[in-house]
């Protein structure tokens, strides 16, 4: 068993630790990745500020995003003849995850349906969320079980922030075969025929991203990371804005608002579990 750190704020910070790879957790802070480094290389953009301040929603590292990716309409939903009202990429990321195992290269953190979840997300549920390094290879694999009589609606989304040098950004781009994307600035469907990551803003939803994972080239002098993930995850989304020093590669399982309008939305039956799994080589 591998103890804690106090890290950021003095929060409780976990190390998994494979040769020259070294990635740390904050299981108290939405089970958040706030470091990966390779080889001297700082894979991953942190806002510390965003961690220490437990009012704000953190900026950097990597963020799981569930029971919801994006926000919902209104921020609302309906179950069971309700109305639920859900905050933009849900309540996993603001909320304390529970070390259930820790060792060198491993760190297994558990989040299980309560009163306060309940309120928002009206299923019964198990989550657990398994960290595992193995080289320059982190792996995320998240697993769910429903303990609700009702299937259970789940849209999953992961929100890394890479680091990319503004500097860089001319040079970086997101291997991708995609031909048509949400603007989520614009807020309209348009044809794809590429990303300029030096933009004010891009938030690019891509709807027809066909491979399990992509390359993100972060340009000079930084090598390449390699994504790739579970084929339920449809859509790729690539976030960033000009000045800060991140590019946000980003899988979900599917569009924003699924749970709401029900479109490629994920259901796991009562008393089954589903496993997602998501790798970060650098």
Known sequence: MSGPFPGIAGLDTYALVDGGCRVEVIPTRGALVTRMVVEGDEVLFLDEGTVADLTKNVRGGIPVLFPIAGPLPGDTYPADRKAYTLPQHGFARRLPWTVRQAEESLLVLGLTSSEETLRQYPWAFDAQLTFSLAGRRLTLDFDLENRDTRPLPLHLGYHP???????NKVQARVDTDATHAWDNRDKHEVPFTGLDLT???VDMHLRDHKAPGTKLERGPGLPPVKLSWSPEFRLLVVWTLQGKDFVCVEPW??????LATGEGLLHVEPGERVS??????A
């Open 161 to 167: 922030y890479f680091r990319v040098p503004q500097a």
């Open 199 to 201: 933009a004010q803003e």
């Open 253 to 258: 399982t599917a569009a924003a608002g699924a």
């Open 276 to 281: 997602l799994a998501f790798d970060i080589e």
